[in-house]
């Protein structure tokens, strides 16, 4: 089955036909390295990693870039507010690049506990403002700008065709729907390319210019490092639906701008995790970390798997209660590895290539799923019912299990070579401090070693016949 996906200019599922034959270019718009990214931030980086995986799972080549932004990101995404790595300076008393350097690390740190899979390209917007220079130059040759108040503006009545990803209307445009008026501009929706003078003062980050002293608006890093990496026309880019109708709607107008071609062909966005009482943001207050779900005692793969719950375009409620029921079932499908592996005496599965019938048809089914605009709610549906049915030899349940979780990232391989671990020593000796404690029925002691086991990677389990135990 052909790879189909969701792309937002034209709002259609469509067949996935990639410019240069099985190679890829793949550009994701990255954080803002002002703060710890919350776990909503974070879902929108799963579902690129998925993407990225079902990529490579279908046998193409991904080159994957992500950009960093360490300037010029307001905290409105139009052109308001302060310069968000500003504001992150001042709260905390640091400079603005220690601020982008510990929570650049902080951001990677996340994405590795969520075994996401690195990107083949990270670039910093200020390793690259001779690049966004060079494209405001160009933009300018093509009468597309403009310089009013002392700032460099991209002019949207020039380029026609400007808001067809977030299917504004002109007039919308016009009368500057939910734009604050800028009296220094032409039209609401224009936008800066080059802050000379911006609205706030204390500027940290400042580099001289054809126009003047100054900082790059933030559309322009992912325009000028895309092309850089990736060449005027690539095959995908995603980001969350924050992204539309704002930052990815101007980036169009600068690529395309510049080039007189379109820039992209197939726009991937995920949709938000949400509270019962809305969005999650920082600036809702309501903004929930990785650290923080690790603190409540859940491990990033329980998240992981909970977002597995939901088709990445479909609106998630976030909730402690729903992430502990993904962490039972994570916990119950790690047992059924671990145990798959016992059965089948190793923990490397029987080959895909040598499958019997029933796995195979069943692997068949799951790889249709995630064509299907990576359907990966279906295809663990799939891999559930697979992995119950006692009918299929062990050997090719696991087979098949590790063989999709090329895709699904929740390091099944680690699970099956689990399942006949020897525990370390210092681990092996908290569970005989633990049944001594139960011995003398001190409970209160032998739950705090249980939750202690758990907290290190080691479910125990009290039966009849003695205390059992295994990794997770």
Not at 125 to 136: C, F, G, R, S
Not at 395 to 407: I, P
Not at 426 to 439: F, G, T, V
Request: net charge negative; hydrophobic share 40%; aromatic share 8%.
């Amino acid at each position: 089955m052909a790879l189909r996906l969701h792309n937002t200019l034209g709002r259609e599922l469509q067949e996935f036909v990639p410019l240069n034959d099985k190679q890829v270019g793949l550009y994701c718009c990255g954080p803002t390295v002002y703060n710890y990214a919350h776990i909503g931030n974070l879902r929108t980086y799963v579902f690129e990693d998925v993407l990225r995986r079902t990529l490579e799972y279908l046998g193409y080549t991904v080159r994957h870039v992500m950009n960093v932004t360490d300037v010029g990101h307001l905290t409105d995404d139009g052109d308001e507010g302060e310069d968000k790595m500003i504001v992150g300076a001042r709260e905390r008393g640091m400079t603005v690049w220690q601020i982008a350097e510990h929570f650049a690390e902080a951001f990677f740190s996340d994405l590795d506990e969520l075994n996401i899979v690195r990107p083949s390209v990270i670039c910093k917007a200020t390793d690259h403002i001779d690049e966004m220079q060079q494209l405001v130059a160009k933009l300018e040759a093509r009468d597309l700008t403009y310089e009013s108040g002392g700032n460099v503006y991209f002019a949207t009545d020039n380029f026609r065709g400007y808001g067809e990803l977030a299917l504004l209307d002109r007039q919308e445009l016009k009368a500057g729907a939910r734009i604050e008026v800028d009296d220094q501009k032409k039209n609401p929706r224009d936008f800066v390319l080059w802050f000379t003078r911006s609205k706030f003062g204390h500027q940290a980050m400042l580099w001289d210019s054809p126009w003047g002293k100054g900082y790059p608006g933030w559309h322009l890093e992912c325009s000028a490092m895309s092309m850089k990496y990736l060449g005027e026309s690539f095959d995908i880019h995603c980001g969350g639906v924050d992204h539309i109708n704002v930052h990815h709607t101007n980036e169009i107008a600068q690529t395309e701008g510049a080039t007189g071609h379109p820039s992209v062909a197939y726009w991937l966005h995920g949709e938000f995790l949400i509270m019962d009482t809305g969005r999650m943001g920082k600036s809702e207050g309501n903004a929930v970390t990785l650290k923080t779900v690790k603190k409540r005692g859940f491990k990033p793969l329980d998240y992981r798997y909970y977002l597995f719950g939901a088709h990445y375009r479909t609106q998630l409620t976030f909730s402690w209660e729903a992430l502990s029921g993904a962490r039972n079932a994570r916990l119950a499908f790690n047992d059924r590895v671990a145990g798959l592996a016992k059965a089948a005496g190793g923990p490397d599965g029987t080959p895909v290539g040598e499958l019997g019938s029933p796995a195979r048809t069943a692997r068949e089914a799951m790889v249709e799923s995630i064509s299907d605009d990576m359907n990966i709610p279906k295809a663990l549906g799939q891999l559930w019912a697979l992995m119950k049915d006692d009918s299929v030899p062990a050997a090719d349940r696991l087979g098949v299990a590790l063989n999709m979780d090329s895709v699904l990232g929740l390091r099944l391989s680690d699970v099956a070579a689990g399942g006949a671990a020897v525990l370390p020593e210092d681990l092996a000796a908290l569970i005989s401090e633990r049944e001594q404690a139960r011995a003398r029925k001190d409970f209160a002691r032998a739950d705090e070693l249980r939750d202690e086991l758990r907290q290190r990677g080691v479910l125990v389990e009290d039966t009849a016949s003695g205390t059992t135990w295994k990794l997770v």
